[in-house]
């Protein structure tokens, strides 16, 4: 790509099609290759190239140089893991770009004489680029023409303020339209645009983070130094208690007790899960532009929405009009018609311009609208200059106008000034002659779920803050309209610039009126410093910084580009009643990954506390490595496929990993004591010491000749071990659903029929006389009843559970 070219093209027509056709052969456009997901090949290697999946894959090929290939199953689990991991995400990419590309960023450009709306990446070198309000501006260029073009430009900059831009300016990729309107040709695109260039990363939002990734990643580094340390202590064990046996037992002993080191399907169902919330959410046409924003609402206890779009239908109707100061009506209606006939017309002027006819005036001169001003203004011939905005910023202090204004506001009408001025503009700045002409009042309708949602957050201890630039007595007035208690509303340019006053202001303050787009931005950073995590809604540009730094962005689907593109959740049909789907899906998330994350850790505990009272009491390893595939396929594996992907509305509070360590280290030692102990006592039972279990075991092969002595103590710890892990199970699902019960009682019944069928028994290599189930299960009854103290013990700091678990 070059940042310079023949335009061929005029101001008015654009590009032709062949000229765009000549740009995209040579890659002069605007894609530079930015994906909204990872392509086939990094999911292929996400999901197969693990640290994890490195160890089982080197374990697995030593234990099949043993011969005893039946202790392979570990592999059979490792490639279906990789396997659903693949597929699971493979569809929900799948699901997901469709989605994002339906509502990728748009630009409008000038081709063959004609505007049409194309998607941003497909901008060529030359296009003639039609910049209005709201518009993200997608490459670099100089401006043709500008009709009170502003732009934001923090992104680049860091300075708050818009900025004004008139024709031959020149302006850059990664700003915002603000207000007005222009044209400019494209001079640098892709790559050589300014902000893909030198400041990507200015541009770039910071990532949403995630406790329960975070978590994840701590505990898997926690577990992998575990595995380093106690690797060589469980082959040198192992090798002293059962080397005369030869190698392959060696192998066999300490290829079983780092599988159980292994959480290998905690990651894949902890991605799955958020994949699948992420797909679901766009059922009910919410886009999750980043996966962990599923998890971060529900962890969110503050939500600042705006009025408009969110308590209301966002759409405005002109009302009433009575001129004041003897202004006529007719002329008056004239003034708000031409004010309305503006191709840049803002939604106050949108709905004047849908019931007033435009009177035909000639327009000289405009200052468009913007958050900040609060007011817009037009210049006509033979036809004075005219403004429409805020009464506060228009009327002067002492105006008697101020206090009718004030009853309509209480009243729920949005009211705006209409004033005239002989003066005519210069430059952004009100005229100093500038007459009150007339009142406007306009309606807006309630959204008819806005009550609900607003208990909803209520009911869940949510706070609320209403932020608005509307007048505060009007966002009050809508406010207990919906069912909220407002308070006293807060006029927020009388507030302190003061972090700790604002802050203040904050704790006790729900409406806040007239607040302009950087005091969005500091609502959000006082209310992170006092400790919340923050989630706010919005349409605008002027709310794209603060979408940008809040904990979760929420932008509507009919809203700016800008907003959109920083926003981590976009609700594609604006409707702010979908939130609490998004709040219980991310719960969903958390409840379950915590439910299956205990299950993983405590495997991972009770073969770290087996291995360490082996190598002690100079033990062989309890278990083969088929013994614990099946443990963990019926108590850990399956279950947990379902139960992270099962409904749940336990509320989030913070500790995700503390709360895991607390129930499922202890938990994990329980069930590997009680599993030593079933060992020592099966041996004893059948007549052997523990120090000679070394000398009568040999590997054991389906159909194999065993000697008992060895098959006898395994067979009576696998026992036990399913025994507590069932009842970590059991604990962990509740409350309990029928499906859970059906699920669990599914596992059982499989765990059974591996020690009846004659074929089962053969092929995992157990023999258990009745004798030894009854001790086996007393070991494993008593380790149940540990597990159930001690999760009453850690429940004092778990969510507690609701009917939707």
Same mark, same amino acid.
């Given at each position: 790509?070059?940042?310079?070219?023949?335009?061929?093209?005029?101001?008015?027509?654009?590009?032709?099609?062949?000229?765009?056709?000549?740009?995209?052969?040579? @890659?002069?456009?605007?894609?530079?290759?930015?994906?909204?997901?990872?392509?086939?090949?990094?999911?292929?290697?996400?999901?197969?190239?693990?640290?994890?999946?490195?160890?089982?894959?080197?374990?697995?090929?030593?234990?099949?140089?043993?011969?005893? $290939?039946?202790?392979?199953?570990?592999?059979?689990?490792?490639?279906?893991?990789?396997?659903?991991?693949?597929?699971?995400?493979?569809?929900?990419?799948?699901?997901?770009?469709?989605?994002?590309? /339906?509502?990728? +960023?748009?630009?409008?450009?000038?081709?063959?004489?004609?505007?049409?709306?194309?998607?941003?990446? *497909?901008?060529?070198?030359?296009? %003639?680029?039609?910049?209005?309000?709201?518009?993200?501006?997608?490459?670099?260029?100089?401006?043709?023409?500008?009709?009170?073009?502003?732009?934001?430009?923090? &992104?680049?900059?860091?300075?708050?303020?818009?900025? !004004?831009?008139?024709?031959?300016?020149?302006?850059?990729?990664?700003?915002?339209?603000?207000?007005?309107?222009?044209?400019?040709?494209?001079?640098?695109?892709?790559?050589?645009?300014?902000? &893909?260039?030198?400041?990507?990363?200015?541009?770039?939002?910071?990532?949403?983070?995630?406790?329960?990734?975070?978590?994840? &990643?701590?505990?898997?580094?926690?577990?992998?130094?575990?595995?380093?340390?106690?690797?060589?202590? !469980?082959?040198?064990?192992? #090798?002293?208690?059962?080397?005369?046996?030869?190698?392959?037992?060696?192998?066999?002993?300490?290829?079983?007790?780092?599988?159980?080191?292994?959480?290998?399907?905690?990651?894949?169902?902890?991605?799955?899960?958020? %994949?699948?919330?992420?797909?679901?959410?766009?059922?009910?046409?919410?886009?999750?532009?980043?996966?962990?924003?599923?998890?971060?609402?529900?962890?969110?206890?503050?939500?600042?929405?705006?009025?408009?779009?969110?308590?209301?239908? @966002?759409?405005?109707?002109?009302?009433?009009?009575?001129?004041?100061?003897?202004?006529?009506?007719?002329?008056?209606?004239?003034?708000?018609?031409?004010?309305?006939?503006?191709?840049?017309? &803002?939604?106050?002027?949108?709905?004047?311009?849908?019931?007033?006819?435009?009177?035909?005036?000639?327009?000289?001169?405009?200052?468009?609208?913007?958050?900040?001003?609060?007011?817009?203004?037009?210049? =006509?011939?033979?036809?004075?200059?005219?403004?429409?905005?805020?009464?506060?910023?228009?009327?002067?202090?002492?105006?008697?106008?101020?206090? *009718?204004?004030?009853?309509?506001?209480?009243? @729920?009408?949005?009211?705006?000034?209409?004033?005239?001025?002989?003066?005519?503009?210069?430059?952004?700045?009100?005229?100093?002659?500038?007459? +009150?002409?007339?009142?406007?009042?306009?309606?807006?309708?309630?959204?008819?779920?806005?009550?609900?949602?607003?208990? $909803?957050?209520?009911?869940?201890?949510?706070?609320?803050?209403?932020?608005?630039?509307?007048? +505060?007595?009007?966002?009050?007035?809508?406010?207990? *309209?919906?069912?909220?208690?407002?308070?006293?509303?807060?006029?927020?340019?009388?507030?302190?610039?003061?972090?700790?006053?604002?802050?203040?202001?904050?704790?006790?303050?729900?409406?806040?009126?007239?607040?302009?787009?950087?005091?969005?931005?500091?609502?959000?950073?006082?209310?992170?410093?006092?400790?919340?995590?923050?989630?706010?809604?919005?349409?605008?540009?002027?709310?794209?910084?603060?979408?940008?730094?809040?904990?979760?962005?929420?932008?509507?689907?009919?809203?700016? !580009?800008?907003?959109?593109?920083?926003?981590?959740?976009?609700?594609?049909?604006?409707?702010?009643?979908?939130?609490?789907?998004?709040?219980?899906?991310?719960?969903?998330?958390?409840?379950?990954?915590?439910?299956?994350?205990?299950?993983?850790?405590?495997?991972?505990?009770?073969?770290?506390?087996?291995?360490?009272?082996?190598?002690?009491?100079?033990?062989?390893?309890?278990?083969?490595?088929?013994? /614990?595939?099946?443990?963990?396929?019926?108590?850990?594996?399956?279950?947990?496929?379902?139960?992270?992907?099962?409904?749940?509305?336990?509320?989030?509070?913070?500790?995700?990993?503390?709360?895991?360590?607390?129930?499922?280290?202890?938990?994990?030692?329980?069930?590997?004591?009680?599993?030593?102990?079933?060992?020592?006592?099966?041996?004893?039972?059948?007549?052997?010491?523990?120090?000679?279990?070394?000398?009568?075991?040999?590997?054991?092969?389906? @159909?194999?000749?065993?000697?008992?002595?060895?098959?006898?103590?395994?067979?009576?710890?696998?026992?036990?071990?399913?025994?507590?892990?069932? #009842?970590?199970?059991?604990?962990?699902?509740?409350?309990?659903?029928?499906?859970?019960?059906?699920?669990?009682?599914?596992?059982?019944? /499989?765990?059974?029929?591996?020690?009846?069928?004659?074929?089962?028994?053969? =092929?995992?290599?157990?023999?258990?006389?009745?004798?030894?189930?009854?001790?086996? %299960?007393?070991?494993?009854?008593?380790?149940?009843?540990?597990?159930?103290?001690?999760?009453?013990?850690?429940?004092?700091?778990?969510?507690?559970?609701?009917?939707?678990?």
């Amino acid at each position: 790509m070059t940042t310079t070219g023949e335009a061929h093209t005029d101001h008015q027509t654009g590009l032709t099609r062949e000229q765009v056709a000549e740009r995209v052969a040579r @890659g002069e456009v605007n894609d530079v290759g930015e994906r909204t997901s990872r392509s086939i090949g990094e999911i292929v290697r996400a999901n197969v190239l693990t640290r994890f999946n490195a160890i089982l894959g080197a374990l697995f090929v030593l234990v099949m140089t043993t011969g005893s $290939f039946v202790d392979g199953l570990f592999g059979i689990i490792l490639v279906l893991n990789s396997a659903i991991g693949i597929t699971q995400e493979y569809l929900a990419k799948r699901k997901l770009d469709r989605l994002a590309l /339906l509502h990728a +960023p748009t630009t409008r450009v000038v081709r063959d004489g004609r505007t049409t709306e194309v998607p941003t990446r *497909e901008v060529v070198l030359d296009d %003639l680029i039609d910049l209005r309000a709201g518009d993200e501006v997608p490459a670099d260029g100089v401006l043709l023409t500008s009709e009170g073009l502003e732009l934001g430009e923090a &992104n680049l900059t860091g300075e708050s303020d818009p900025v !004004q831009h008139p024709a031959g300016d020149e302006i850059l990729s990664g700003t915002s339209v603000v207000a007005g309107s222009g044209r400019y040709h494209a001079k640098a695109v892709g790559r050589d645009a300014y902000v &893909n260039r030198t400041a990507a990363e200015a541009r770039r939002f910071t990532r949403t983070h995630s406790e329960i990734q975070a978590s994840i &990643n701590t505990l898997l580094r926690y577990i992998t130094w575990v595995i380093v340390v106690a690797l060589p202590l !469980q082959v040198w064990s192992q #090798w002293t208690v059962v080397g005369d046996q030869g190698w392959q037992s060696v192998v066999l002993r300490s290829s079983a007790g780092v599988v159980g080191l292994v959480p290998e399907g905690l990651v894949l169902l902890t991605s799955v899960a958020f %994949l699948l919330a992420a797909v679901q959410l766009t059922r009910d046409q919410v886009l999750v532009q980043q996966l962990p924003a599923v998890e971060g609402l529900a962890r969110v206890d503050v939500v600042c929405l705006d009025k408009t779009g969110t308590l209301t239908v @966002g759409e405005i109707a002109f009302e009433d009009v009575r001129p004041v100061a003897g202004a006529g009506v007719d002329e008056v209606r004239c003034a708000l018609g031409a004010l309305a006939d503006d191709p840049n017309a &803002n939604g106050t002027l949108a709905a004047v311009g849908a019931a007033l006819d435009p009177p035909g005036w000639h327009r000289t001169a405009t200052v468009p609208f913007n958050s900040q001003r609060k007011w817009s203004a037009a210049c =006509f011939d033979d036809h004075e200059t005219w403004v429409l905005g805020a009464p506060e910023v228009l009327l002067s202090d002492g105006d008697p106008l101020r206090a *009718e204004v004030a009853d309509l506001a209480r009243r @729920g009408r949005r009211v705006v000034l209409l004033a005239r001025s002989a003066e005519q503009l210069a430059g952004p700045d009100l005229p100093a002659d500038l007459t +009150p002409a007339a009142v406007v009042t306009l309606t807006e309708q309630i959204r008819p779920d806005a009550r609900e949602t607003l208990a $909803f957050f209520a009911d869940e201890g949510v706070e609320i803050k209403i932020i608005s630039g509307d007048n +505060p007595e009007t966002v009050a007035a809508v406010a207990r *309209e919906v069912g909220l208690d407002p308070g006293a509303p807060v006029d927020a340019r009388g507030l302190s610039d003061d972090p700790e006053e604002l802050r203040e202001v904050l704790r006790r303050t729900m409406v806040f009126g007239r607040v302009t787009p950087e005091q969005k931005r500091a609502f959000v950073h006082a209310l992170q410093a006092d400790g919340h995590v923050v989630a706010m809604t919005g349409d605008g540009v002027n709310d794209a910084l603060a979408l940008k730094d809040a904990d979760i962005g929420v932008a509507m689907g009919n809203g700016a !580009q800008a907003t959109k593109a920083v926003a981590e959740l976009v609700l594609l049909d604006g409707r702010f009643a979908h939130l609490p789907k998004v709040l219980a899906e991310g719960r969903r998330v958390i409840g379950n990954v915590e439910r299956v994350a205990n299950l993983f850790v405590a495997k991972n505990a009770m073969s770290l506390v087996a291995i360490l009272a082996a190598a002690l009491a100079s033990l062989p390893f309890p278990f083969l490595p088929r013994h /614990l595939t099946l443990v963990s396929t019926l108590t850990i594996g399956t279950p947990a496929l379902f139960l992270a992907l099962g409904p749940n509305r336990q509320r989030y509070l913070p500790g995700f990993l503390a709360r895991i360590l607390r129930f499922a280290v202890p938990a994990g030692g329980i069930a590997g004591l009680a599993v030593i102990a079933s060992y020592v006592l099966s041996g004893r039972g059948h007549g052997v010491p523990p120090e000679e279990f070394s000398a009568r075991c040999e590997i054991a092969r389906p @159909g194999a000749a065993l000697d008992l002595a060895c098959v006898q103590p395994s067979t009576g710890a696998t026992i036990t071990l399913l025994v507590v892990f069932f #009842w970590i199970l059991v604990v962990l699902a509740r409350p309990f659903r029928w499906w859970k019960v059906g699920l669990i009682g599914a596992m059982a019944v /499989l765990a059974v029929l591996a020690f009846a069928l004659p074929a089962a028994n053969g =092929f995992f290599g157990f023999h258990a006389p009745w004798t030894l189930v009854w001790q086996s %299960l007393a070991a494993g009854l008593v380790g149940a009843v540990l597990i159930e103290a001690l999760y009453r013990w850690a429940g004092r700091s778990r969510p507690p559970q609701t009917s939707g678990g």
